[in-house]
Nanobody, 113 residues
């Protein structure tokens, strides 16, 4: 059974940084790409970042140059380093295995002064 547990969210001022982490279990982590989605208040959930099994990364335009997705196959975790945060980054952040339908509980990120 695929399980995803996100952590690391919180309240941060504009321009600040946060690092999110997703602990995974129930599948062979190294064999799957991973992703981070986010859902802002009143908006649809959107894909923020992807990382392939080989470490190739892709980002949605709004976070390019500010967010970095990384993975640790030994720990079975995927992280999202978020820098130069903006108020519009406020959302619940979820990690997801693109191949599976499972969602974790998400972690709230609030960017506000």
């Amino acid at each position: 059974q695929v399980q995803l547990v996100e952590s690391g969210g919180g309240l941060v001022q504009p321009g600040g940084s946060l690092r999110l982490s997703c602990a995974t279990s129930g599948f062979t982590f190294a064999q799957y790409g991973m992703s981070w989605f986010r859902q802002a208040p009143g908006k649809d959930r959107e894909l923020a970042a992807l990382i392939s099994v080989t470490g190739d990364t892709k980002y949605t335009d709004s976070v390019k140059g500010r967010f970095i997705i990384s993975r640790d196959n030994a720990k079975k975790t995927v992280d999202l380093e978020m820098n130069s945060l903006k108020t519009e980054d406020t959302a619940i952040y979820y990690c997801k295995v693109p191949n599976f339908s499972t969602w974790g509980q998400g972690t709230q990120v609030t960017v506000s002064s």
